[in-house]
């Protein structure tokens, strides 16, 4: 099954107190948390090639390098955007960006793959 290359997703979130480092446990202060936003810029990439895949068929996340350059304040607005750089049959490879209202705050790449949803929870 192949997936068009250049697929874009974005996703936006507002900042809440749930989003940040001192409640994700990931360190001790009211900023966005590293795994929000990485959790945000996943979500985009699967989002992007959800609705073209065949209905019983979804992707799961198995590679993420990120880089979390900037710190965003609770209220703050966060953007992630995905595009698809590779489609090797059921492996898809993503470029990954976040902004922030300033700028980018966070860059990787991301590996996801595609599965059949009851054989892959068949098999969990």
Same mark, same amino acid.
Not at 55 to 76: L, Q, W, Y
């Given at each position: 099954?192949? &997936?068009?290359?250049? /697929?874009?997703? $974005?996703?936006? $979130?507002?900042? +809440?107190?749930?989003?940040?480092? %001192?409640?994700? @446990?990931?360190?001790?202060?009211?900023?966005?948390?590293?795994?929000?936003?990485?959790?945000?810029?996943?979500?985009?990439?699967?989002?992007? /090639?959800?609705?073209?895949?065949?209905? +019983? #068929?979804?992707? /799961? @996340?198995?590679?993420?390098?990120?880089?979390?350059?900037?710190?965003?304040? &609770?209220?703050?607005?966060?953007?992630?955007?995905?595009?698809?750089?590779?489609?090797?049959?059921?492996?898809? &490879? #993503?470029?990954?960006?976040? #902004?922030?209202?300033?700028?980018?705050? +966070?860059? +990787?790449?991301?590996?996801?793959?595609?599965?059949?949803?009851?054989? #892959? %929870?068949?098999? /969990?």
């Amino acid at each position: 099954m192949e &997936v068009p290359l250049h /697929v874009k997703g $974005k996703k936006t $979130k507002t900042i +809440g107190n749930d989003d940040t480092a %001192l409640a994700h @446990g990931s360190g001790n202060l009211n900023v966005f948390a590293t795994p929000a936003m990485i959790a945000l810029m996943e979500n985009a990439a699967w989002e992007s /090639v959800s609705r073209i895949l065949p209905e +019983g #068929f979804t992707t /799961v @996340g198995t590679e993420i390098s990120v880089k979390h350059i900037k710190a965003t304040p &609770v209220g703050g607005n966060a953007e992630a955007r995905s595009e698809l750089l590779a489609s090797d049959g059921k492996k898809l &490879v #993503f470029s990954l960006e976040a #902004f922030d209202e300033e700028g980018k705050i +966070g860059l +990787g790449t991301h590996t996801r793959y595609i599965v059949e949803e009851k054989k #892959f %929870l068949s098999s /969990v």
